[in-house]
């Protein structure tokens, strides 16, 4: 079935950039909507960013302005540059196509297939 395969994680201190990768197949990777999620130790996943087929981008109130979403359909991939990262930043962080027909951008369950995670870490 599909598969994602998270990239370009690592360690960076407070102030520095990452940029993420994913990709994809198992696809039409070009009609799909695609999310980042992260989970840091002793919290719940939650929502990062997303981008449409078309290239609309939807983010988390707390990586506004300091994280973008893109995706390049001809490479099936989808990134995501951080900048400004912050120790609160610090998580794994998981790539995931959204389910077609799906009710929204930002919950778990609108997204039905995820990579296995790429460790960010943010030192202060």
């Known amino acids: 079935q599909v598969q994602l395969v998270e990239s370009g994680g690592g360690l960076v201190q407070a102030g520095g950039s990452l940029r993420l990768s994913c990709a994809a197949s198992?696809?039409?990777?070009?009609?799909?909507?695609m999310g980042w999620f992260r989970q840091a130790p002793g919290k719940e996943r939650e929502f990062v960013a997303a981008?449409?087929?078309?290239?609309?981008?939807y983010y988390a109130d707390s990586v506004k302005g300091r994280f973008t979403i893109s995706r390049d359909n001809a490479k099936n991939t989808v990134y995501l540059q951080m900048n400004s990262l912050k120790p609160e930043d610090t998580a794994v962080y998981y790539c995931?196509?959204?389910?077609?027909?799906?009710?929204?951008?930002?919950?778990?369950?609108?997204?039905?297939?995820w990579g296995q995670g790429t460790q960010v870490t943010v030192s202060s």
């Open positions: 995931a196509s959204r389910k077609r027909g799906a009710s929204d951008y930002y919950t778990d369950s609108s997204y039905d297939y």
């Open positions: 198992g696809r039409t990777f070009s009609l799909y909507a």
């Open positions: 981008i449409s087929p078309s290239g609309g981008t």
